[in-house]
């Protein structure tokens, strides 16, 4: 999708996300296999059967991992004049154009590409549209990550303390924060010293490649600064 603005022509890109693929078919089929367990119990069942019981609980499983899959947000990431914005259940952030230097794929011990990274240049510009309850359910979801730069970096376990304090104040020249936003921002810098990224979004967001995304998001980043310009 193309939009005009201010004389420049701005691309308008939405990615995807893989995440809630095939959440509709496990829910029908979950469902089905329920609806089937309950016939089968009320007909031919007449006591207590340990492997019917583990049928209904596999079932109901299902039907929950089907309902949590179509509750993903439709597209993961969407590219527009104001920048690159997450879609996440619990809110979405934006990062504007010009708070950004560049995003890369971000391999993980097993050299495994599980992240999309982001060289973030301008924390307040970020911080500022980022919603609370998504600042701590990002935290706790990816707690795996720090933990793994952490390792990575700490291979002895001998990092100082300070690395592993979650502080609740945190300053740009434009404001202070303080609370969630404040430890989001510091684990965000922590990451930035140790990983060379400051933020990180899954790969399952998206349904393009991480090298294909990356290519397409930076060079949407220089069309749109240069327009600015």
Known sequence: ?????????????AYKASGNEG???????????F????????????QA?????????????????GWAKLAEPLHGIMCDETGVRYHHKRGSWLLPWQAFSHCSPQPD??????YIAFKVTDMHAFLQ??????????MMEQRALWFAVLKEKCPQGQCA?????????????QKQYDGVRAMFANRMQKLGQFSGFELFIPVNCIDVPAEQFCKEVNLMRLQQLNAES
Not at 129 to 138: D, G, T
Not at 161 to 173: M, Q, V, Y
């Open 1 to 13: 999708m193309m939009s005009e603005q201010a004389g420049a022509t701005v691309t308008v890109k």
């Open 23 to 33: 959440g509709a078919k496990t829910m029908l089929i979950s469902g089905a296999a």
């Open 35 to 46: 609806v089937l367990l309950v016939l089968y119990s009320w007909l031919f069942v007449e």
């Open 49 to 65: 059967n340990p492997m019917l019981a583990i049928g209904f609980i596999a079932a109901s499983l299902g039907i929950y991992t």
């Open 109 to 114: 011990l097993a050299h495994e590409v599980n």
């Open 129 to 138: 549209h980022l919603p609370l309850r998504l600042a701590i359910k990002l």
């Open 161 to 173: 303390t300070e690395w592993l304090a979650e502080k609740d104040r945190f300053s740009t020249p």
